[in-house]
């Protein structure tokens, strides 16, 4: 019982555990630079920055969540992010709007040249972002499609920090070995 209960504790622990959150906003939010292989520590194909005041009423200005840049898919195509290392990795989520037109996205998680997992369709507006929760690990490539030729936003992309995995793990082994110890 009291393996148990240190087990959900450090279980807990995890959820208090913080997130590393990529914000662009030290970026130039040049719309005519892609974001650069290693930016960090991911390859960021068919994407780059722009500032939230290129374009006054549109979603690139309503997609902020941090302070100056939002990242994009150009010119509305899917985008592919992947570990620079090639590692496999864990996506919690991030915010996504619709720069110019109504319209879903949806996701898919890779890994070694395998599609592990796949989403339903998000819906996007102009007007607000909207939290996109996957909490998606394991995977070496996440791929984002989008339901129109046109561009969408995306803000605060958000990965666990490694410790919180680790730490996770550890509890979740400890509970199942104080599980199997319990019926023997």
Same mark, same amino acid.
Not at 61 to 72: H, Q, T
């Given at each position: 019982?009291?393996?148990?209960?240190?087990?959900?504790?450090?279980?807990?622990?995890?959820?208090?555990?913080?997130?590393?959150?990529?914000?662009?906003?030290?970026?130039?939010?040049?719309?005519?630079?892609?974001?650069?292989?290693?930016?960090?520590?991911?390859?960021?194909?068919?994407?780059?920055?722009?500032?939230?005041?290129?374009?006054?009423?549109?979603?690139?200005?309503?997609?902020?969540?941090?302070?100056?840049?939002?990242?994009?898919?150009?010119?509305?195509?899917?985008?592919?992010?992947?570990?620079?290392?090639?590692?496999?990795?864990?996506?919690?989520?991030?915010?996504?709007?619709? +720069? %110019?037109?109504?319209? !879903?996205?949806?996701?898919?998680?890779?890994?070694?040249?395998? $599609?592990?997992?796949? =989403?339903? *369709?998000?819906?996007?507006?102009?007007?607000?972002?909207?939290?996109?929760?996957?909490?998606?690990?394991?995977?070496?490539?996440?791929?984002?499609?989008?339901?129109?030729?046109? +561009? %969408?936003?995306?803000? !605060?992309?958000?990965?666990?920090?490694?410790?919180?995995?680790? $730490?996770?793990?550890? =509890?979740? *082994?400890?509970?199942?070995?104080?599980?199997?110890?319990?019926?023997?």
């Amino acid at each position: 019982m009291k393996k148990t209960i240190i087990g959900l504790l450090a279980t807990m622990a995890c959820a208090l555990a913080h997130a590393t959150v990529i914000h662009f906003d030290d970026l130039p939010g040049d719309e005519s630079l892609p974001i650069d292989a290693g930016y960090a520590g991911f390859t960021w194909d068919n994407m780059g920055t722009i500032r939230a005041d290129a374009y006054p009423g549109s979603g690139f200005e309503a997609g902020v969540v941090s302070p100056a840049n939002v990242a994009y898919n150009w010119f509305g195509q899917p985008a592919t992010i992947s570990k620079a290392d090639g590692n496999a990795w864990a996506f919690t989520g991030a915010y996504f709007t619709s +720069a %110019w037109i109504d319209q !879903e996205i949806s996701f898919e998680g890779w890994r070694n040249g395998q $599609l592990l997992v796949t =989403s339903g *369709a998000f819906t996007l507006d102009t007007t607000a972002p909207s939290w996109v929760q996957l909490d998606w690990a394991g995977i070496d490539t996440l791929v984002i499609y989008n339901s129109s030729p046109t +561009a %969408w936003a995306m803000d !605060e992309f958000t990965v666990p920090e490694p410790g919180s995995l680790a $730490l996770m793990g550890v =509890s979740l *082994a400890g509970l199942v070995t104080a599980r199997r110890r319990r019926k023997a």
